[in-house]
């Protein structure tokens, strides 16, 4: 089955810091590539999105591009706030009814 | 729009009682999903359904029952708590388009603890 891998955390960035977060997947076909973030006491939401190979999901200010090469799908941004802190997930799909996520990287960002 | 929403918020439960996790969505998705989180694993699928009047196990589907009577609605049952289910659960809904992909929309959770 689809299997994701992401970047171990904590991760713990000074304001203005620039941010990456690996992940990298396995999966049968073509999936969409997710990235879904998790603040404090909330549930999960829709960070950014690709679909298909070479697209760049953005938001926020949150960027990553769909590598089929490498099946990665590495979230950045070039200027981390402490609004940004929370718990960032990579997930695939390819079954539509289902989908795979990664175990979650916790990112705190200190002023 | 008050989107996925789940109660309750809040439980606690002695070993061996029985509970239902409401979950109800308002934006017409056909699937609907049960997830646990714990700490350092993630989510992980408890059981899932794509469509009214089905259902279907994940991951982790032992010691819990689902059901899907409505479209939107789709509940999760412990029928003998044990300590093992203490966690944070999480309904979500979702659609799938061309081109669009399966995005999941996910409820605020719930807190369980089982003594």
């Known amino acids: 089955g689809d299997s994701v891998t992401q970047m171990e955390g904590p991760v713990t960035l000074s304001e203005e810091a620039f941010l990456t977060i690996n992940c990298t997947y396995t999966?049968?076909?073509?999936?969409?590539l997710f990235w879904y973030v998790q603040y404090p006491g909330e549930g999960l939401q829709l960070l950014l999105k690709?679909?298909?190979?070479?697209d760049k999901g953005s938001n926020k200010g949150f960027e990553a591009t769909y590598r089929k090469e490498t099946t990665s799908f590495h979230l950045e941004k070039g200027s981390v706030q402490v609004s940004d802190s929370a718990v960032y997930f990579c997930?695939?799909?390819?079954?539509?009814?289902?989908?795979?996520f990664g175990d979650g990287t916790t990112l705190t960002v200190k002023p | 729009n008050a989107g996925v929403t789940q109660t309750p918020k809040f439980r606690v439960l002695k070993t061996g009682q029985s509970m239902t996790l409401l979950c109800a969505q308002d934006?017409?998705?056909?699937?609907m999903y049960w997830y646990r989180q714990d700490p350092g694993m993630g989510l992980r699928l408890i059981h899932y359904?794509?469509?009214?009047?089905?259902?279907a196990k994940g991951e982790v589907p032992d010691g819990y029952n689902v059901s899907r009577l409505k479209k939107q609605n789709f509940l999760l049952g412990l029928e003998s708590a044990a300590p093992s289910q203490t966690s944070v659960y999480f309904c979500?809904?979702?659609?799938f388009g061309q081109g669009v992909g399966n995005i999941q929309y996910f409820g605020a959770g719930t807190r369980l603890s089982v003594l």
């Open positions: 979500a809904s979702s659609y």
């Open positions: 999966a049968t076909g073509y999936p969409s």
């Open positions: 690709a679909t298909k190979a070479d």
């Open positions: 997930a695939t799909n390819t079954n539509a009814g289902k989908s795979t």
């Open positions: 934006m017409n998705h056909e699937y």
């Open positions: 359904s794509v469509g009214e009047g089905t259902t």
